[in-house]
């Protein structure tokens, strides 16, 4: 069955350090996988999406993720964290089309950003 | 850009009251979905629809109802509300093809508090 995990539910950075957040997923082949931020209040915005080809993905904001396939992990790095990037930041799995409708979402990390 | 629009964004029920939530979309997108969103569980589907007058049931179906008679929108209903409705629920859309990655697109969240 198709998932996806977060194993760090919560991480705390000073401005100005570097930071990585975790993903790990569960799929048959090979998965869509995006990154989405919540910021408090609102919606999830899309920050990079990996569709195929170039396994680094750069996204908004100044964030990039490599896709490992070998590893089945996902994860988000940023090399600078500003105190805007406080937020709740979700990693997803989709289905490619023909084979499923839905997405599976991990279940979220929470950064904290010390100035 | 409205994107995907959801109404209400804030709503309390007492128990056993009915409401629906709104989602409407302006892109022209065939996939629709209803999530929720509670602490430490990330997003959770509950209905999900791939077109007009088609619905199905995702992870936690029970206690919701949900119609799609246009393309555009996506009612999510609650028959009568229990307080372990209370959540954040999303709407999100997304085209059914892979040129685009099948990127799903959230609208802000309705926060439904039930007492």
């Known amino acids: 069955a198709q998932s996806v995990t977060q194993p760090d539910i919560h991480i705390t950075v000073s401005e100005g350090a570097s930071l990585e957040l975790r993903c790990n997923y569960s799929?048959?082949?090979?998965?869509?996988l995006f990154w989405y931020v919540q910021s408090p209040g609102q919606g999830l915005q899309l920050l990079l999406k990996?569709?195929?080809?170039?396994?680094l993905v750069q996204g908004i904001k100044g964030f990039e993720a490599e896709f490992k396939r070998s590893q089945s992990s996902f994860n988000l790095r940023k090399p600078s964290v500003h105190w805007s990037d406080a937020a709740e930041y979700f990693c997803?799995?989709?289905?490619?089309?023909?084979?499923?409708?839905?997405?599976?979402f991990g279940t979220g990390t929470s950064l904290t950003v010390i100035p | 850009n409205a994107g995907v629009t959801q109404t209400p964004k804030f709503r309390v029920l007492k128990t056993g009251q009915s409401m629906t939530l709104l989602c409407a979309q302006d892109?022209?997108?065939?996939?629709m979905y209803w999530y929720r969103q509670d602490p430490g569980m990330g997003l959770r589907l509950i209905h999900y629809?791939?077109?007009?007058?088609?619905?199905a049931k995702g992870e936690v179906p029970d206690g919701y109802n949900v119609s799609r008679l246009k393309k555009q929108n996506f009612l999510l209903g609650l028959e009568s509300a229990a307080p372990s409705q209370t959540s954040v629920y999303f709407c999100?859309?997304?085209?059914?093809?892979?040129?685009?990655?099948?990127?799903?697109?959230f609208g802000e969240g309705s926060w439904l508090t039930v007492v």
């Open positions: 999100a859309s997304r085209l059914a093809g892979t040129s685009r990655g099948n990127t799903i697109y």
């Open positions: 799929y048959g082949a090979t998965p869509y």
């Open positions: 990996y569709f195929s080809g170039d396994t």
């Open positions: 997803a799995v989709g289905a490619r089309a023909g084979t499923g409708n839905q997405f599976y």
């Open positions: 892109m022209n997108h065939e996939y």
């Open positions: 629809s791939v077109g007009e007058g088609t619905t």
